[in-house]
């Protein structure tokens, strides 16, 4: 935005000549830049030069609240887990449940994002046991109450 504020004949120039390149006539592709910069310089410049839609964008207050409901809803198996199992299975219960969990996110997010699923599932899965891992050994290091 800044640029275009500053050099708005070079940035006209520049969105014209994008114009040109897929194929519009000169005097053509310099209307439709002036008409385009007109109504909403950003948004001209971002599908033309990016590929962006700004108004396809997430909102930063939907990604935020996405986040915090995953999350939330990600620590109530391991919780239920550790406060429903019997002390003598908790640590294996929850173990398991947890890598469920990671498989069911890793397909989920597999079918959401239509990638491959085998890939996500293993990413996932292997980065979840890590990060357990990683967790209950620093846990006993710093001699937290065994589960």
Request: proline letters at 6%.
């Amino acid at each position: 935005m800044r640029s275009i504020a500053e050099a708005p004949q070079a940035e006209l120039a520049e969105l014209t000549q994008l114009y040109q390149a897929r194929g519009l006539a000169p005097g053509l592709a310099r209307q439709v830049a002036e008409q385009l910069t007109a109504h909403d310089p950003l948004a001209a410049h971002a599908e033309a030069e990016l590929g962006i839609d700004p108004q396809q964008l997430t909102s930063p207050w939907h990604a935020a609240g996405a986040s915090f409901l995953s999350f939330a809803g990600g620590a109530l198996l391991p919780l239920l887990a550790i406060t429903i199992v019997p002390s003598a299975a908790r640590l294996a219960v929850t173990f398991i449940v947890v890598l469920a969990a990671l498989v069911a996110t890793g397909a989920a997010s597999a079918a959401l994002g239509r990638a491959p699923r085998v890939p996500a599932i293993v990413r996932n899965v292997f980065g979840g046991a890590l990060a357990m891992g990683v967790t209950y050994g620093i846990g006993s290091l710093a001699g937290a109450a065994g589960i």
